[in-house]
T-cell receptor, first 112, second 112 residues
Framework: GAGVSQTPSNKVTEKGKYVELRCDPI?????LYWYRQSLGQGPEFLIY????????DSGLPNDRFFAVRPEGSVSTLKIQRTERGDSAVYLC??????????FGPGTRLTVT | DAKTTQPNSMESNEEEPVHLPCNHS???????IHWYRQLPSQGPEYVIH???SNVNNRMASLAIAEDRKSSTLILHRATLRDAAVYYC?????????????FGQGTRLTINP
């Protein structure tokens, strides 16, 4: 079946601009996660949704970052006033159990 | 989540077994041991998880020490496709700890 998909695969934006990154989870998965990965590092947790609500947003670095999942399926990660330090690969994962998370290929964000 | 310690890198030959170690001396009684791997330019991929007993699946085996302070991921017959960064992660799923906390992982190189 279809896995987790993320769009766009690459995004280049200028410092100060607003960006939206989209995640389509596996159908039926109620849990959805966002992580980001800087070069040479392991993924870093950002936020976790159970259904439509954010159950844990402790990883969001500051109030420029926001995520939504209005219908409990697709999620959008929104970054305002982007900074060069936001450049990273943004990964989305979904799960139906507490054990396995299924990751998408990621969106590579470059802020120039 | 408790911390894990893994070697930065390991190297093995194709068609030979690979033993990837992980130390987790501060593991609690309800922490599950999870392994994920990340192939180049891809999102992480679930490999295996366990609590106390050794576990086997189609991808690998997980050997857990009797005191649970260490574990070993075993790839029985490595292929070139197994070259990846392998992450050992502890997760207390019983307390609803849904996020994965990644460390640096072990970069596995497979020689043809």
């Amino acid at each position: 079946g279809a896995g987790v998909s993320q769009t766009p695969s690459n995004k280049v934006t200028e410092k100060g601009k607003y960006v939206e990154l989209r995640c389509d989870p596996i159908s039926g998965h109620t849990a959805l996660y966002w992580y980001r990965q800087s070069l040479g590092q392991g993924p870093e947790f950002l936020i976790y949704f159970q259904g439509t609500g954010a159950a844990d947003d402790s990883g969001l670095p500051n109030d420029r970052f926001f995520a939504v999942r209005p219908e409990g399926s697709v999620s959008t990660l929104k970054i305002q006033r982007t900074e060069r330090g936001d450049s990273a690969v943004y990964l989305c994962a979904s799960s139906f159990s507490a054990y396995e998370q299924y990751f998408g290929p990621g969106t590579r964000l470059t802020v120039t | 989540d408790a911390k894990t310690t893994q070697p930065n890198s390991m190297e093995s030959n194709e068609e030979e077994p690979v033993h990837l170690p992980c130390n987790h001396s501060t593991i609690s009684g309800t922490d599950y041991i999870h392994w994920y791997r990340q192939l180049p330019s891809q999102g992480p991929e679930y490999v295996i998880h366990g609590l106390t007993s050794n576990v086997n699946n189609r991808m690998a085996s997980l050997a857990i020490a009797e005191d649970r302070k260490s574990s070993t991921l075993i790839l029985h017959r490595a292929t070139l496709r197994d070259a990846a960064v392998y992450y050992c992660i502890l997760r207390d799923v019983g307390q609803g700890a849904q996020k994965l906390v990644f460390g640096q992982g072990t970069r596995l190189t497979i020689n043809p």
